[in-house]
């Protein structure tokens, strides 16, 4: 993505944002109160983390690494950030 594009991708996100925000789920179907839920948290992750940091690169990234014990987790993390911040398991 270049710096040009961002500004299309916020509003794209923000445009998806507002449609999210839009649906009203209020029939009591067996599987509502999940769908509701869903929508709560897309909306967290859009508010919370994916337009902020494209509107501000710099913002701290949060990642999550996941994988089978002795997948190579530790090693990864620890190759990225230059120093040992994980323990490596046996």
Same mark, same amino acid.
């Given at each position: 993505m270049t710096l040009?594009?961002?500004?299309?991708l916020i509003d794209a996100l923000s445009a998806l944002r507002d449609r999210v925000a839009a649906v009203?789920?209020? !029939?009591p179907l *067996? +599987? %509502? @109160?999940r769908a509701r839920q869903t929508r709560t948290e897309l909306l967290a992750q859009l508010d919370d983390?994916?337009?902020?940091? !494209?509107?501000? *690169? +710099? %913002? @701290?990234?949060?990642?999550?690494v996941g994988g089978s014990t002795g997948a190579g987790k530790s090693t990864l993390v620890n190759s990225l950030v230059g120093r040992r911040v994980s323990?490596?398991?046996?």
């Open positions: 040009d594009e961002r500004p299309q009203r789920l209020p !029939l *067996p +599987d %509502a @109160p983390y994916l337009v902020p940091r !494209l509107k501000d *690169p +710099d %913002a @701290p990234l949060l990642a999550v323990e490596a398991g046996c």
